[in-house]
């Protein structure tokens, strides 16, 4: 995974990852998925930056091509961060952050609930609409 300045167009950051992949085929391995999560928020700020595109890649290489793309990542302006790690498996199908449900799948506000509306609230005394006057002369 690795995260791409924030000032640079998604195809630069597509135009990264293929030349990041070609150094993987180019060692003998080989990339079984990439996946582009999109310019996302950053925790904190990392080289005067808050937003970073985000890039998912599922590799199987030797060791050797693995550290070839980290030493090209690391060399890189356009790479604020990355993280390598090793698994036994590579999982297929999407990863957690894209099978996350859309904005589109929740339902809205007040829809598939059956409570009445705030205004129309039975359970609350309704309050007197006149101000408080305050005591004491002023």
Known sequence: MFIARQDISTPQVEALTDELSN?????????SKKEYWGLRNIA???KKNRKGHYVLLNIDAPS???KEMERQMSINEDVLRTLTIR????EEGPSAMMQSKS???RP?????????????REDRP??????RRMEGGE
Not at 23 to 31: E, F, K, L, R
Not at 87 to 90: F, G, M, P, S
């Open 44 to 46: 904190y700020r990392v």
């Open 108 to 120: 809205r506000r007040g829809e598939g609930d059956d409570r009445p509306p705030r205004g129309d």
């Open 103 to 105: 904005r589109d799948d």
């Open 64 to 66: 050797a091509a693995v």
């Open 126 to 131: 309704r309050r007197d609409r006149e101000p």
């Open 87 to 90: 698994v036994e498996e590579l």
């Open 23 to 31: 150094i993987i085929a180019q060692g003998g391995g080989s990339v």
